[in-house]
């Protein structure tokens, strides 16, 4: 048997109705650092697109329970319970962190596209099914957790992945799941009560980060956003026509009025194609 680690949470709520992707009774291990959310199985999943929307709906369900959640890696499995111990207490004050960064906050994805016909939508696509965003499920998901290009095929809308944007290396740390560099999907994260007053290094670095690499083309879409988003976090397109994928995090409950001003500012932006995707669990904001 080995464990299987989908998230890290805090204040995690019932967990009646819930099972794991395999349809495995969950298993809650507190630590000091988080509580993390298992199963055991008798072998890891195959990357496919069925098993990876199934972790992402568990994701999603687990995010829509806890205070805060930082999804793993698709495929984070360890021996037993003392290894889930061992690869979490490695990550250090790190985890903390990035829960308090993602605390109450959903997770909001744009994708901006050059408008050149068929051209763009090529780069589109290999920007989802195999590139840096990861193959996109139901509408747009970037999944459950590919390596560091293919994100997998999970999810409804705009899931970065249980391992997501960045190649996060998941609680299972050395023992299985690909290293222990991280605590979960992908990159960063930021916390809602007081996360504007108190800042550590990641946060510092991930707006050093943002601000070097907003392209011009998409500033007046982020000044229009402002009011909304609590972190930012850019990834340049790596094909020509791929501007750039940008990842907010907002506070629960504001997806709509998100959406309305993002639709309304992309609109000033005729030469680009805005894809809007969210609220989703905070993917590409769980790793460091």
Known sequence: MILYVYALADGLGDLSGLAGAQ??????????????????????????RESLTAQDGLVRALHARAAALLPLRFGAVVSDVDGVARAVHALGAGVRERLDRVRGRDQMTLRIIRQHTEGAKGAEGAEGAGGAEGAKGAEGAEGAGGAEGAKGAAGAEGAEGAGGAGGARG????????????????????????????????????????????????????????????????????????????????????????????????????????????????????AP
């Open 171 to 286: 609680a299972g740390g050395a023992e299985g799941a690909g290293g222990a560099e991280s605590a979960g999907g992908a990159e960063g994260a930021k916390g809602a009560a007081g996360a504007a007053t108190a800042e550590g290094a990641g946060t510092k670095y991930l707006k050093s980060r943002a601000a070097l690499a907003v392209p011009a083309a998409v500033a007046p879409l982020l000044d229009a956003l402002k009011p909304f988003q609590r972190v930012t976090r850019i990834e340049r397109g790596r094909h020509a026509d791929v501007v750039a994928t940008v990842y907010h995090l907002i506070d629960k409950g504001t997806a709509d009025a998100y959406r309305r001003a993002a639709a309304d500012a992309a609109a000033t932006v005729p030469a680009l194609t805005v894809r809007i995707s969210g609220p989703s669990p905070a993917y590409a904001f769980a």
């Open 23 to 48: 349809d495995e009774a969950l298993v809650l291990v507190p630590l000091p650092e988080a509580t993390a959310v298992c199963g055991w199985l008798t072998h890891a999943p195959q990357v496919t």
